[in-house]
């Protein structure tokens, strides 16, 4: 489960097109790099494949279903946005919860999965705080925790990491690495950060100005970058 593909994806806003055609397998279990400089079009291909978008053209399958058609709370993926996300005035808990909450999913079922997350991230001292008493990466912990509990068929991270501070923001690529072996989930992970891309992903796609430039290993596109574009972004010698 967790096999997405996306056929000849576009969007435009107004006359401006921003997606221009963007085709993609993620297998299942897979996790894939979305990298790109800002405005290239990261964030707006998240949103649509997990349905908080309509794109203006294209077709979105899941496990082999056309999705394109169905809302956010239909396709079973998860999105994890920077830590600031979450709500202020609900405890750790309740955000955790609040996913959950209206899908007639029994409390003791939801409370389960809240302390199998909470241990997982090693948050359970912090279920009754509120975000405002934790540390930038706790509180992203409490947001990759908040996406767990849903159990989705596929992750979409939109540069989760990108708030932290340096050292944190290595410690938390190993963390999320390490949760993605561990849950078996597939995960799609924007980032601008070259460094965040090679070390993490089993395969980067390259995107410019709307389109994909190349999609491969980090090894191969380090070694076999398609063009300059792809070598000055992924730091090869071109
Ligand atoms: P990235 O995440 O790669 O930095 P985005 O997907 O956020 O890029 O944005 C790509 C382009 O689409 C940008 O030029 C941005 O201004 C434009 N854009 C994104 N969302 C909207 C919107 N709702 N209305 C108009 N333009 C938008
Ligand atoms: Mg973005």
């Not at 221009?20 to 400089?37: A, S």
């Not at 979105?60 to 239909?74: L, N």
Request: with cysteine; net charge neutral.
């Amino acid at each position: 489960m967790g096999r997405i593909q996306l056929h000849d994806i576009r969007k435009s806003f107004g006359a401006v097109d921003v997606l221009k055609g963007i085709d993609l397998t993620v297998d299942e279990g897979e996790l894939v790099v979305f990298v790109g400089p800002s405005g290239c079009g990261k964030s707006t291909l998240l949103r649509m494949i997990a349905g908080l978008d309509q794109p203006t053209a294209g077709r979105i399958e899941i496990d082999g279903t056309d999705v394109t058609p169905r809302s956010a709370a239909d396709r079973g993926l998860a999105m994890v946005f920077q830590s600031y996300a979450l709500y202020p005035h609900m405890t750790v808990r309740a955000n955790m919860a609040f996913g959950l909450q209206n899908t007639r999913m029994p409390k003791a079922e939801i409370d389960t999965r809240i302390a199998e997350a909470a241990r997982m991230l090693e948050i359970e001292p912090l279920l009754e705080r509120r975000p405002g008493q934790l540390s930038g990466g706790q509180r992203q912990r409490v947001a990759i925790g908040r996406a767990i509990v849903r159990r989705p068929t596929a992750f979409l991270l939109d540069e989760p990491l990108s708030n932290l501070d340096a050292e944190l923001r290595v410690s938390m690529r190993a963390e999320l690495s390490a949760l993605h072996d561990r849950l078996g989930a597939t995960m799609i992970h924007v980032t601008h950060d070259q460094v965040e891309a090679m070390t993490m992903a089993d395969r980067i796609v390259v995107l410019r100005a709307g389109k994909v430039e190349q999609v491969d290993t980090p090894l191969n596109l380090f070694n076999r970058p398609a063009n300059l574009f792809v070598a000055g972004f992924i730091g090869a010698p071109g």
